[in-house]
T-cell receptor
Framework: DAKTTQPTSMDCAEGRAANLPCNHS???????VYWYRQIHSQGPQYIIH?????ETNEMASLIITEDRKSSTLILPHATLRDTAVYYC???????????WGAGTKLIIKP | DAGITQSPRHKVTETGTPVTLRCHQT?????MYWYRQDPGHGLRLIHY???????DKGEVSDGYSVSRSKTEDFLLTLESATSSQTSVYFC?????????????FGPGTRLTVL
């Protein structure tokens, strides 16, 4: 079973920051938080991952709380093309396993 | 984008027939994976490979077999397709199993078993 809890759906206005929360209260010390997204009918797309420090790349920022029990994915300036299902996944180091939940359906509105 | 292709992209077949799906990569990655995705759900791992001729079962392996005779190709076979195997199948690749080895996904194959 998935080790994360995410809201089923969220809306965000185009041009605003989209903040997607994820709870992973049972996360272990060697487990990473991964984010993927899936645009309708396409293969999942890797976004970002982190262990305990905040991470940023060209797509998004990942903020992990100090106790590591929750995290937030931030898309700084959402566009219509960011409409997708976003998956938060906890993954053990040196373990290939990705356990997928149902994700959050993010709808960007004009 | 990672160099992953899947073929066919769409297939309709009948119950009881054999079906083979192909995943091809140009990245020379060691690990390859087959997942299935059903409506409203996340992906579930069917089988994976950690090298040529080295494969292992995933969460939902019953009714599926795999083969990897070359680094670049990973085949998924349904020996006798059933309607419950109607799904979208995704292939993924990664350089290794560790958390720094990101899995990258192909475009998917939509399989319908009538």
């Amino acid at each position: 079973d998935a080790k994360t809890t995410q809201p089923t759906s969220m809306d965000c206005a185009e041009g605003r920051a989209a903040n997607l929360p994820c709870n992973h209260s049972t996360i272990s010390g060697n487990e990473y938080v991964y984010w993927y997204r899936q645009i309708h009918s396409q293969g999942p797309q890797y976004i970002i991952h982190g262990l305990k420090n905040n991470e940023t790349n060209e797509m998004a920022s990942l903020i992990i709380t100090e106790d590591r029990k929750s995290s937030t994915l931030i898309l700084p300036h959402a566009t219509l093309r960011d409409t997708a299902v976003y998956y938060c996944i906890v993954r053990e180091d040196s373990n290939y396993q990705l356990i997928w939940g149902a994700g959050t359906k993010l709808i960007i509105k004009p | 984008d990672a160099g992953i292709t899947q073929s066919p992209r769409h297939k309709v077949t009948e119950t009881g027939t054999p079906v083979t799906l192909r995943c091809h990569q140009t990245e020379n990655h060691r690990y390859m994976y087959w997942y299935r995705q059903d409506p409203g759900h996340g992906l579930r791992l069917i089988h994976y490979s950690y090298g040529v001729k080295d494969t292992d079962k995933g969460e939902v392996s019953d009714g599926y077999s795999v083969s990897r005779s070359k680094t670049e190709d990973f085949l998924l076979t349904l020996e006798s397709a059933t309607s419950s195997q109607t799904s979208v199948y995704f292939c993924a690749i990664s350089a290794g199993p560790s958390s720094t080895d990101t899995q990258y996904f192909g475009p998917g194959t939509r399989l319908t078993v009538l």
